[in-house]
């Protein structure tokens, strides 16, 4: 260790990331939601202040419940109802990803949450799509994002959504998700929405253990199959010390991905705080780790803010780090000779300069 590089900020920052949780909505800049605010007469925003109200949508994030994190997003979504503003969100994501040393990104987002003022879904994806492309430029093509189409848990029409994430394959749209509140609302309740995607050979992850226990798990991935799973964190309730249960050993070597988001984790109540997080268990158990932010805007996080926390908190080093990002590499849904040089042009030398 002690020829290696410290885990500096600065190096965590230059360190290539790579990012497969990320929701748009979730991830704007203060500035940008009272300006759009500003424009399209949204109203009712706490105050009018950047960094008052990145302070409000944090303190309102922290809540220790999945639900009342969730408020937050209608001020979001308020502002995203015209194409001129989701090209301008979507662009800054991206610029602020290659900003944290995010190399390949997948963002996801619900359409069906743009469409108050009239946009059709496809206009939703189109200028979503827009944005990316121009971010990608703007930031010298430092970073790629592609987008991940999220049905939402309480909302009927999952379909619709899954017909998006096939007819915008070739486009910029990789896969599909659903969102939102999970207790009350398993996944199999629109089963058919995943019988379609399986059938299209169209990838798809599910937000599962993380409000709700392990038989959401179970139903996400063995009625619907599937490939990862948003933040999945209570796969570790079938967990006893080295003893790995049924469940939690298919998860394992089956290689789905977990989508772990730690401090949005401990903000919706998932683990008191991060230390209590089950991120390095899991991950000397074998699982396939990947660290990721959620929702920057209403954690207040970076992912290389997640990466330092981590390492504060369980002394990882640069191999741990290494491996999560290219377990993610791997879990993404890109075709196998992108993942391959994802990893092996970008990754491996990336982390191979830093450690020293
Ligand atoms: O951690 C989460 N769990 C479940 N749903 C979430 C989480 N973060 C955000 N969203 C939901 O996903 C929608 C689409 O981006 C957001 O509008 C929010 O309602
Ligand atoms: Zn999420």
Redesign the pocket.
Known sequence: MSTMNPLSPEALLAAPKVLL?D?LD?GLRPRTVIELADACGHEGLPTADPAELGAWFRDNADSGSLVRYLEGFAHTCGVMQDEAALVRVAAEAAQDLADDGVAYAEI?YAPELFTDRGLRLEQVVEAVNEGFRQGEAASGNRIRVNALLCAMRQNDGWQRIADLVVRYRDAGVVGFDI?GPEAGFPATRELPAFEYLREQNAHFTV?AG?ADGLESIHRAVQRCGAERL??GVRIIDDVDGDQVGRLAAYVRDRRIALEM?PT?NVHTGAFASIAEHPVKRLADLGFRVTLNT??RLMSDCSLTGEFAAVVREFDFGWDDLRTFTVNAAKAAFLPLDERRALIQDVVEPGYAALKG
């Open positions: 949780h929701h979730g996801r969102a937000h993380e948003g933040h988001c949005s959620d929702n």
